[in-house]
Structures are given as C-alpha cells and as structure tokens.
C-alpha cells in the first residue's frame, strides 16, 4: 500500500496533507508513504522531518501511488502523472465544475471530495469544513486587527482611556463561532447575527450580543440539516433595516454566511459600507463564494472613503500550519476507515461516508449530484 502525498501545484496554497505526525500514523496502518519534494515547506515542514518518520521524499512520489493524499483537487497536469485506479483524497470544489470532474473520472482515479463528509457524529473528525473554517473565523480577526488602526481591548493609561473595539459578525456558524471566541478574547464588544435561531444561545454563551429580527420566518429558518435557508425578500429587508442602524456603530465586520450550493447572501450593502466611520474594517470570509459584502474582491484589501474591506482568499491557509495540522487528521481519521485488519487498502463502497464523498470511480461520475447532465 504506497501513498503519495503531493506538493500542492497552486502556488496560493500554502498548506499540506500529512505531517510527520500523520506519517507515523500512516505507517502503523502498513502503508509506505512517499512525500513530494518541498511538499510541507509552507507549513513549515522541511522534506527532512518527514523522512526522520520514515517517509521517503522523492520526485516520483505519485507514480505508483495507491493513495494520493493533496489538499486541492488534481488539475489534468498532475493527474498525468496517477496510477489509474488511485484513490486521491483532496477537497475538490465540485459545484459548477463538471469538467474537471470528467477529467478526474477519465484519468481513473478514484476521487473523495472531503468537504462532502456527513456532518454526523462519527465523521466530526474527518469534517474538513469544520477545521479549516474555524482556523479562518480566528484568522479573520487578526487580519482585521492588523488592518484596524486602533486596539481592541479597553485600555485605561495616564495618557487617558482607549476604547474596546465594536465588533459586529455577521454568520454564526463555524468560522463565525470563532471569530466571536477570538475577538472576545482580545477584549472587544462583540455583537453577532445569524438566521438561525438555534445560533443566539451559542452567542449568548460566547459572552457576545445577538442581534436579529425574530419573527415567524425566523423561528423555522433552518433546515433539518442544520443549514441556513434562504431567507424571503421581506425577512432580508428587515433584517438589513436593522443591520444598516448597526453597522454605522461597529469598527469592524466580520461576514462569514454561506448558504450550501447557493452564492453567498449579500448582507453588507455599499450604502452600509459608506455608513461606517473612516478607519473601520470589514472582512468578507465569504469573498470565494460571490461575498457578504458589496464591494469586496477576492484576494485584495479594497479601501473605499477610508473603511476597509478585506477579502482575502485561503483564509485558512493564512496559518498554514495550524491548518494543515488539522487537515492531515482529517484526512487520515477518513482514510483510517479503508484499511483491513490485514493492513490492507478495503475500501466499503457501502460505507455512507464513502458514499457521501466518492465523485469518481471505474471512470465515470458516481456522485448522484453531480451526474452529466443528459440531453
Ligand atoms: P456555513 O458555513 O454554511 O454558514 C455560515 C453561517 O452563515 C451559518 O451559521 C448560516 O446560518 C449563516 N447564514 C446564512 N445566511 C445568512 C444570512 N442571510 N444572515 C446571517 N447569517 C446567515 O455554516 P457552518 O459553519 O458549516 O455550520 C452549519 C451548521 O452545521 C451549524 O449548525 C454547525 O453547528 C453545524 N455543524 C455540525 C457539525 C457536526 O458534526 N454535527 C459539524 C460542523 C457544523
């Protein structure tokens, strides 16, 4: 059983799919397992703590690879380079892209998209989703700290009193839960909004403020997933009536609201934007997804009247280390539950986590959401 673990091809992508503590692991499990070379540079992993593991780092890693281990999906230029019939374990951005999953099924690969893991108990520690967005709603306030131009804690000194910051966020999920967690910690007022209404006791809880219109709609606004729906035009204009009143007072805006396989709401307004005092910040974790924020671009720090919006891409990736740290055990608690008692690679094509990820298998598209669509 030889896995590969791949350098990522993306330079925007700083993290990677195993550590040396991962590596250990997946030696145990009886696997020979092969590292690109400068795989874990930007995770501050050199190629020589993953041989002092017993990997061995070397440039041929993909060639003959069972298992390949990355962190974004393949492009055709790697996949050249796969074994048919290998598994790939990777997070592959799967809506909206059907070629690529086409090109993946016909260079055989066997492809898991790890963000389609079921949110159930058993797979908490595989959920990707989970431990990137949690690295990014903490790394959202410190890049908004780093553009704001005051502090964030009340400070009381003999020059006179600094005061806390206002921190509004906008989306209580993962990343949301957080970036409240976070900015409390570093002393500001914090405020949050979430559509659903299992969210304010979270927020409560967390020592912030919840703020939203709790209506009927309100009540009943979240599916049996524990997703957010898409809320009526009527709720939406309520709701930024209230939020617009708010945002005027806040120095910083963190939105993190996503709905799954829908663009992201649009929640901040450029009027909103323009409410806001010079010297605020705003940072759209969204951005990839079409944004929370009107205004903000992918990648960029846009400065309008002097209020900031910050976009950044790969939020996650921004502690690169943290987050391959958690990413590489996700991975390996997932690929855990394809090896035998024998050491051997047995994959439970009934297992429902297999099912629930698996895009590509035998060369075609065996996800039933993604299936070409037929003239
Ligand atoms: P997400 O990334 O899909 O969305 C982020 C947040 O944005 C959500 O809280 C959503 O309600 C909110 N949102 C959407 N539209 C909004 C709007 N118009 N205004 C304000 N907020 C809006 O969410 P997530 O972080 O993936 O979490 C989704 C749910 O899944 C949560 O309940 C979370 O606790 C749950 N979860 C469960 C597990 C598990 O293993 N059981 C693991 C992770 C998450």
Redesign the pocket.
Known sequence: MKIAVAKELDPAEPRVAATPDTVKKLKALGADVAVEPGAGIKSGIPDADFTAVGATVSADALKDADVVFKVKRPEASELAKYKRGALVLAIMDPYGNDAALKSMADAGVVAFAMELMP???R??VM?V??SQ?NLAGYRAVIDAAESFGRAMPMMMTAAGTVPAAKVFI???????LQAIATARRLGAIVTA????P??KEQVESLGAKFLAVEDEEFKNA?TA????K??SKEY?AK?AALTAEHIKKQDIVIT?????GRPA?R?VTAEMVKSMKPGSVLVDLAVERGGNVEGAKPGEVVEIDGVKIVGYTNVAGRIAASASGLYARNLLSFFETMVNKEKALAVNWEDELVKATALTRDGAVVHPNFQPKTA
């Open positions: 949110r159930i108990t797979a908490q959920d989703l989970s967005a906008m989306g209580v999920g993962v990343a949301g909004t979430d559509v659903r299992a969210t979240q997933g524990g997703y957010a898409e809320m939406q709701q993190t609201a996503l709905i799954p709401p929640l």
